[in-house]
């Protein structure tokens, strides 16, 4: 066993492995692949399923660091202001006591106690106030 496991490593030493883009293409190329097996049938749908799992294995095994890297930063900043309201409504939910916001300045997730109406807010990071009904 220990056998496979260094030529495993052997073979991905220098390839790019996983990141989160990856594991979006994954998770679509599965929920693809349910809906189209139980919904659609659809043979080019299921295909198109596979595909992403190809693009999956492809960005894995690759040694192409710079560019893979690249295409998930990019990826990052795009899903950025969905990852912090997806953040805000998680603590919100988690903290019954205190409201969560996000800085309409910098996007730093601010929190403040709850039930004292309408307050001004100032930013911790940056400074800028704006107001909120807590
Ligand atoms: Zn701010």
């Not at 996983?18 to 979006?24: A, G, K, M, T, V």
């Not at 596979?50 to 998930?72: D, G, H, I, T």
């Not at 205190?98 to 100032?122: A, S, T």
Request: hydrophobic share 40%; aromatic share 14%.
């Amino acid at each position: 066993m220990n056998k496979f496991k260094a030529a495993f490593l052997r073979f991905m030493s220098g390839r790019y492995g996983n990141d989160s883009l990856n594991n979006l293409i994954f998770g679509l190329s599965i929920v693809i692949y349910l809906v189209n097996a139980f919904f659609i049938r659809n043979y080019f749908v299921g295909l198109f399923s596979q595909l992403l799992l190809l693009v999956v294995l492809f960005r894995m095994f690759s040694r192409n660091w710079y560019k893979r890297q690249a295409e998930n930063n990019k990826y990052m900043v795009l899903t950025r202001p969905i990852r912090l309201r997806v953040s805000c409504l998680v603590k919100q939910f988690k903290d019954k006591d205190r409201r969560y916001f996000l800085c309409p300045n910098c996007q730093q997730i601010v929190r403040v106690p709850k039930g004292r109406g309408k307050i001004e807010i100032d930013c911790p990071k940056c400074h800028h106030s704006f107001e909120r009904k807590t």
